[in-house]
């Protein structure tokens, strides 16, 4: 089997790892049992460009239970594990070309590497799969029979395509599941981001003043865990509902232009370009913390940055310092990339269950509904949302209320007033 990762040797602690994750991930865990006996993908080859944590060797695992023909990629180049690409190759089986650090034009070379399986089904985060597909491999379309995004950043990038009339292949958007954005990228991206800026720094921030900018869900997740560990959290934002509501969960929301010179940590959490800019950089205190938590590393303007810097080092794992020309310190944390994923391991699996038993559940349903798809993006069946609610409630040991008939007729009803 063809394949590339960082050290086959880090296999067997790969393989411990993924079991533990997987201890936690009792929705896909029954997703696999019924794959497992119905076998909705058998010989589908799925190509995946995801982030290569334990939670995807679980789903991976998944998929091929249900009779796939798996192959997986990176996402970002930052975020692969190594141990587990290693553990997926040799305990699983499946072909992984994914290694930790690696440069942009071997992350590009991998995604080729998984393209070259032909696959009928694409599974992305971040949109990449789609798009080098579109761009240069169009000779591969005619046999894609849909595809699914995981992320905002992926979504909104397939919704212009499919607006403009290029998308040309059906794409589930598993990111605009109730099940998968009000957890993931709440819960999950508010511990995972908190995670990565403490292991890559040890600072305390408790009585810091943290800058959250963007409030949309994965924003509010990460005010919402500063704000927890008892910093002073500020909100930027450019949409006046959601500074609205940051200002109604309590957040102080100003301009970027004066938080600057207020923050002693920084993350972006928008999905644009260049959130942190020249300006601001000039402005912030001796020894701010930035780092992003969006897809791509675009939110931190580094050329920028580097534009007034002095002098550069690297401080330790995933801290690099740049003395400004003002003779301030400013520190980026992972390059400007996913700092959850870059200094830490992701989200938990707890939250990936939920994320990922819709990846499985929507491939599925890709194929079983391949006939009537057209070329557009669209969302999770809602059945497939509320199953998997029901399910992990269930797993948690959650009962909740069903309606009675009085308040069933009540409800259908227009009648009945005061
Ligand atoms: N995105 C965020 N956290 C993740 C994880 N643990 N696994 C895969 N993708 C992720």
Redesign the pocket.
């Known amino acids: 089997m063809e394949y590339d990762v960082q050290d086959i040797a880090l296999a067997d602690k790969g393989k411990l790892r993924i079991e533990w994750?997987n201890q936690t991930m009792p929705v896909l865990n029954l997703i696999k049992e019924e794959f497992l006996a119905n076998k909705p993908l058998k010989g589908v080859r799925v190509a995946a460009c995801?982030?290569?944590?334990?939670?995807?060797a679980s789903?991976m695992d998944v998929l091929k239970c249900g009779g796939a023909d798996v192959a997986v990629c990176a996402?970002n180049p930052l975020?692969t594990q190594d141990d587990v690409s290693a553990a997926l190759v040799k305990h699983f089986g499946i072909p992984v070309f994914a290694k930790k650090g690696e440069d942009d034009k071997t992350y590009y070379e991998h995604i080729h590497a998984v393209l070259d399986k032909r696959p009928q089904i694409t599974m992305d985060?971040g949109a990449d799969l789609v798009s080098v597909i579109h761009k240069e491999k169009t000779d591969l379309i005619d046999d894609i029979i849909g595809g699914t995004e995981?992320?905002t950043t992926g979504v909104i990038r397939l919704r212009s395509m499919a607006e403009t009339g290029v998308l040309r292949y059906p794409i589930v958007a598993v990111n605009d599941a109730e099940t998968k954005h009000f957890f993931?990228n709440r819960y999950?991206?508010g511990q995972?981001t908190m995670d990565g800026i403490l292991r890559a720094t040890n600072r305390l921030i408790a009585g810091s003043k943290f800058v959250v900018c963007g409030y949309g869900w994965c924003g509010r997740g990460v005010a919402m865990r500063a704000r927890g560990m008892g910093a002073n959290v500020i909100v930027t934002e450019v949409d006046s509902l959601r500074g609205l509501e940051a200002v109604m969960d309590g957040y102080r929301v100003m301009p970027i232009e004066e938080a600057a010179s207020k923050g002693d940590f920084f993350c972006t959490v928008t999905g644009d370009i260049h959130v942190l800019r020249k300006e601001h950089f000039l402005r912030m205190k001796d020894g701010a913390v930035v780092c992003n938590s969006g897809h791509f590393n675009v939110e931190i303007d580094l050329e920028g940055l580097r534009e007034v810097t002095k002098e550069n080092r690297e401080m330790r794992d995933f801290v690099e310092e740049y003395l400004l020309e003002n003779g301030r310190r400013v520190y980026v944390l992972g390059e400007g990339r996913?700092i959850?994923?870059s200094a830490a391991?992701?989200?938990?699996?707890s939250?990936?269950d939920m994320?990922?038993a819709n990846q499985a559940l929507c491939a599925a349903h890709l194929l079983s509904h391949a006939k009537d798809l057209e070329n557009k993006v669209y969302g999770v069946p809602r059945a497939i949302d509320e199953r998997i609610a029901r399910l992990k409630l269930e797993s948690m040991g959650v009962r909740i209320d069903a309606l009675t008939d009085e308040q069933k007729t009540y409800l259908a009803s227009w009648e009945q007033g005061t």
């Open positions: 994750a995801l982030h290569v944590t334990t939670e995807t789903l996402s975020s985060d995981e992320t993931d999950g991206t995972s996913l959850n994923l391991e992701g989200h938990p699996s939250v990936m994320s990922f």
